[in-house]
């Protein structure tokens, strides 16, 4: 105990030269050691995240699926298609002048992943290829018809200029040069939309909740927003909303919705 | 740990007996490390230092007491609840027991932390000194995104974003903001409420990327106090100014994104109503009128929007009706600022803050960071109004003063305001005066933003802005600050008369002419900077320079001699010390040599920025 105690008292500050008085700048052992070990942690963790997603991926591929799961999904597939035809066929949507709002926001909900070649191809040209992500569409005739196609995976609705800028502030990733970034600076967005009078932000709020002139280009710049799964799981019915389901038009209760989800 | 009884000899003592390690702490509580850590971070238990480290220096010591301290603490056991619940969930889970599992996630055990804040801060003031890192907390969070991984939930960031709307609204609304500073991390703001001064910092209104360096279970176990003491602290504010609390705000508001404004207005609603209450009946009679008058207007509103959704009219009728909140007029915030003149209990610096922007109406154009704005200005007695559905004015508004841009080219511009950049009212309010707007005009390089935190006589350099803005902060008070260096010149001027002859008390009379010519038209260019005259100050500045010169000569004789007195006085001074206070005046001497070589640098940096504006000027 003393010989730690006069060991710790007999520690000499380095000098910058021999014989004079400055002191080098030093930093204490203690904290020199907790950085270490903060960067220790941030590798590790790092690691670790990275074991977890790759184990994911190996249970997906390595699982045995039988015949029986093949022909299931193909006739969920065929049911799918010819539901949707008589959807299209019996459905009187109203007209797009007649809406509330021109803006809708729609969310692809979880569902499953067996779908009918023609019903993934309409969710592509919505960019809704990944579960739980929201694009803002302008609410046209061809829009809302591609929304009735594909209403068992998808929900949509009007959103409320809080909620718009909310997703954007927080969720948006622009895409530029064939690339994401996040929106962490107002130079990029000047230079992606510029030409188009967007130099800000705000100003991309702006254009997505007045649906501007300028709507498409601001849209396609957004990338699909990513959502967060919340806290209970949604039970994501596939029968329409106001049948007591979770799909299709919601109108403005979709602002409830992403209000739980952002 | 402790034992109830052990015979002499056989006692622990000393260090030994009063720190114990992390380790043994962990385990006499029967939890797990990362609640351990939690139930710190919640009753404010901290490491210690102890000067004999019983078991190593590696290792880390709580004092013993403090353990005690979170032994004895109800949350131990919530915890334990918890786990267990959790386990009982995954069981269920596991087993498909789909109903078990839904009824025990309906029922999950819950705590609360009121208490721990009642026991940390037994005073309210108590609690505002330990304000700011709970602030700054609070405002990270309410701009982070709910990201999947991280355990960052969606209903806390609500819930950050509420409280940290409800403070600066309560802030704004008494007008305790002192100073603002934009810097690479965010906006800090400095704010005095009951004598306390809280800082606190506010990121910029971007997306914020979240990275993996960062470990958030500490931060959200902080974060998880930090919100029931701003809930707390809220409480106590609101109701100090007769406000009911917690706010409901008027959905529509809410709706178009101006919950700060809709929070002003409920504020200005509910003391109103508090004010109406403690009057006469006379009064009374007048509110009646009023209300007959709002109702024809609200039955005129319902039958020009019929075609109006019903629900959204309900909801609002129904908040309106519980809290008789006006309808959203145009120039309903005008209200507020008539009623901040009826408050005559506030300080001086509070009068001076809530005068500042007064009679002055702002206009936001749609690209300046505009809730940074919506807190300041009202802050310091201004109207201000955006660009959108729900605004009090528009931008066609012919009484507005200022119009904030930061555009390069601008729609539609009007001959009656100014049009300057958002730096200007973050430099108005910690100078305390309208500046002139002429270097933040749009289009031109801003003054350089100076930090309202730094005291420039004791760093020991001035800016240049820095003193530009004294000589305005002067002029605004109708006082006329004195040439830097006449008192010296003065000094030195009667002391040499003394000892001069006829001819010598000659040429002191002459330079005394020369300085009253100085100072005269020193007074005229402060006056014509005031007016903002431009450049016919360079052209004075250029005939300074030459009378400057030859008095150089004179002032460089006269410090050699001084030098060689001041070294023959330190000797003598140092020879009477002792060892000790030798040492101790180097290392003052030593200070100040470093703060002489920072100015020193930062002059060189000016000098060499001035260089290389002039040489871009000339290209």
Request: glycine fraction near 4%.
């Given at each position: 105990?003393?010989?730690d ?15 004079t008085?400055?002191q ?17 942690w ?6 670790r995240?990275a074991?977890?997603?790759q ?17 299931a ?8 298609f ?5 959807r299209l ?7 797009a ?6 803006l ?8 499953s ?13 919505l960019?809704l ?8 569409l ?6 809302l ?6 209403e ?7 959103p ?6 909310e ?12 690339e994401?970034?996040?929106l ?14 967007i130099?800000c932000?705000?100003d991309?709020?702006?254009e ?6 300028h ?9 699909p ?10 039970q ?8 007591g ?6 109108g ?10 952002n | ?6 015979p002499?000899?056989?006692k ?5 007996a009063?720190?114990i ?11 797990s490390l990362?609640?351990f ?10 490491p210690r ?50 109903d ?6 309906n029922r999950?055990p819950?705590y ?6 009642l026991?940390?801060y037994?005073?309210?003031v108590?609690a ?19 990201v999947?991984?991280?355990r ?7 819930n ?14 008494t007008?305790?903001l002192r ?16 004598g ?8 910029h ?11 958030f ?27 009911n609390?917690?706010?409901?705000l ?33 009064v ?10 709002e ?19 309900s909801e ?41 922007f ?5 206009y936001?154009?749609?690209e300046?960071?505009?809730e ?30 200022h119009?904030?841009?930061?555009r390069p ?12 950049q ?22 031109r ?10 005291d ?15 000589r305005l902060q ?16 003065d000094?030195?001027?009667?002391l ?21 010519m ?6 005229d260019e402060?006056k ?13 500045k250029?005939?300074?320079?030459s009378?400057?010169?030859?008095d ?27 060892r000790?206070?030798r040492?101790?005046?180097k ?13 020193e ?19």
């Amino acid at each position: 105990m003393g010989a730690d105690g006069e060991e710790a008292s007999r520690i000499v500050v380095p000098m910058a030269v021999e014989g004079t008085s400055e002191q080098l700048a030093f930093v204490e052992e203690s904290k020199l050691q907790k950085r270490k070990e903060n960067a220790d942690w941030a590798v590790r963790n790092r690691e670790r995240r990275a074991v977890k997603r790759q184990r994911i991926r190996d249970e997906h591929k390595v699982t045995v699926r039988r015949p029986e799961d093949f022909v299931a999904a193909f006739r969920n597939k065929e049911r799918d298609f010819l539901r949707m035809r008589t959807r299209l066929k019996v459905r009187k949507q109203p007209p797009a002048e007649a809406l509330s709002s021109k803006l809708v926001f729609a969310i692809r909900i979880p569902g499953s992943v067996d779908l009918h070649p023609h019903i993934r191809k309409v969710l592509r040209k919505l960019r809704l290829t990944t579960v739980l992500t929201g694009v803002f569409l302008r609410a046209t005739e061809l829009t809302l018809k591609r929304l009735l196609v594909v209403e068992p995976f998808v929900t949509y609705g009007f959103p409320n200029l809080k909620n718009v800028k909310e997703l954007i502030y927080k969720k948006g990733r622009g895409f530029f040069d064939k690339e994401p970034f996040p929106l962490t600076s107002n130079d990029l967005i000047e230079k992606a939309l510029g030409d188009h009078g967007i130099i800000c932000l705000e100003d991309v709020v702006h254009e997505i909740a007045t649906v501007g002139p300028h709507f498409r280009e601001a849209s396609r710049f957004l990338m699909p927003f990513r959502l967060k799964c919340p806290e209970r799981r949604l039970q994501m019915k596939r029968k329409p909303y106001k049948d007591g389901g979770d799909s299709g038009d919601r109108g403005d209760k979709i602002n409830e919705l992403i209000e739980k989800l952002n | 740990m402790p034992k109830h009884y052990r015979p002499a000899g056989k006692k622990k003592e000393g260090n030994a007996a009063k720190y114990i390690t992390r380790t043994k702490a962990v385990n006499y509580l029967q939890v797990s490390l990362a609640i351990f850590r939690k139930l710190c971070i919640l009753k404010g238990v901290f490491p210690r230092q102890p000067k004999k480290k019983v078991e190593g220096n590696h290792k880390t010591y709580y004092h013993t007491k403090d353990i005690a301290f979170l032994a004895h603490d109800p949350l131990i056991e919530k915890f334990r609840e918890i786990k267990v619940h959790r386990r009982k969930v995954k069981k269920a889970v596991a087993k498909k027991n789909r109903d078990l599992a839904d009824r025990l996630l309906n029922r999950p055990p819950t705590y609360k932390l009121d208490r721990l804040v009642l026991e940390r801060y037994p005073t309210f003031v108590d609690a505002l000194r330990d304000l700011d890192d709970c602030l700054t907390m609070v405002h990270l969070f309410a701009a982070l995104p709910a990201v999947d991984g991280e355990r960052v939930e969606v209903k806390r960031i609500h819930n950050c974003r509420r409280l940290s709307h409800e403070w600066q609204a309560y802030i704004s609304r008494t007008h305790s903001l002192r100073k603002t500073f934009i810097s690479v991390k965010g906006i800090y703001y400095q704010a005095e409420v009951q004598g306390q001064k809280i800082t606190w910092l506010t990121p910029h209104a971007l997306q914020q990327v979240l990275t993996d360096d960062v470990d958030f279970n500490v931060m959200l176990s902080f974060l998880e106090f930090y919100e029931t003491l701003l809930g707390f602290v809220n409480f106590k504010l609101y109701h100090s100014i007769n406000v009911n609390y917690p706010p409901i705000l008027d959905p529509r508001l809410e709706a178009l994104a101006a919950e700060l404004y809709a929070l002003c207005r409920y504020m200005s609603a509910g003391s109103r109503r508090m004010i109406g209450n403690s009057q006469t009946d006379e009064v009374m009679e007048d509110k009646d009128e009023k209300s007959k008058a709002e109702e024809v207007i609200k039955e005129e509103k319902v039958v020009k929007n019929k075609a109006s959704s019903k629900a959204d009219e309900s909801e609002l009728r129904l908040a309106q009706l519980q809290h008789q909140l006006p309808t959203n007029e145009p120039g309903a915030l005008m209200n507020l600022v008539e009623e901040s003149t009826a408050d005559d209990a506030d300080d001086d610096d509070t009068k001076d803050c809530k005068g500042l922007f007064k009679n002055l109406k702002f206009y936001l154009s749609r690209e300046v960071p505009r809730e940074s704005l919506l807190f300041i200005i009202p802050a310091f007695g201004g109207t201000v109004s955006w660009e959108g559905e729900g605004a009090p004015f528009k931008e066609i508004d012919e009484d507005i003063t200022h119009q904030i841009v930061d555009r390069p080219t601008q729609s539609h511009v009007f001959l009656s305001r100014d049009y300057v950049q958002p730096q200007w009212v973050f430099d108005c309010v910690n100078a305390r005066i309208i500046l002139p707007t002429e270097g933040y005009l749009v289009g031109r390089v801003p003054p350089p933003h100076l930090s309202p935190f730094v005291d420039n006589d004791a760093e020991g350099y001035m800016p240049e802005y820095a003193e530009t803005i004294k000589r305005l902060q002067a002029a605004a008070r109708n006082e006329v600050l004195p040439l830097p260096g006449i008192g010296d010149e003065d000094l030195d001027n009667s002391l040499v008369a003394a000892m001069m002859d006829r001819t010598a008390s000659n040429e002191a009379a002459e330079k005394k002419r020369k300085l009253e010519m100085l100072e005269k038209q020193y007074i005229d260019e402060l006056k014509k900077e005031i007016d903002g005259v431009a450049f016919s100050s360079l052209s004075n500045k250029e005939a300074d320079k030459s009378p400057n010169a030859k008095d150089d000569t004179q002032s460089d004789r006269e410090e050699d001699a001084s030098k060689q007195e001041e070294d023959d006085d330190d000797d003598i001074g140092t020879a009477l010390m002792s060892r000790k206070q030798r040492g101790l005046y180097k290392a003052m001497k030593m200070g100040k040599e470093k703060k002489k070589e920072k100015v020193e640098l930062l002059k060189k940096r000016k000098k060499n920025a001035d260089s290389g504006a002039s040489s871009k000027k000339r290209h």
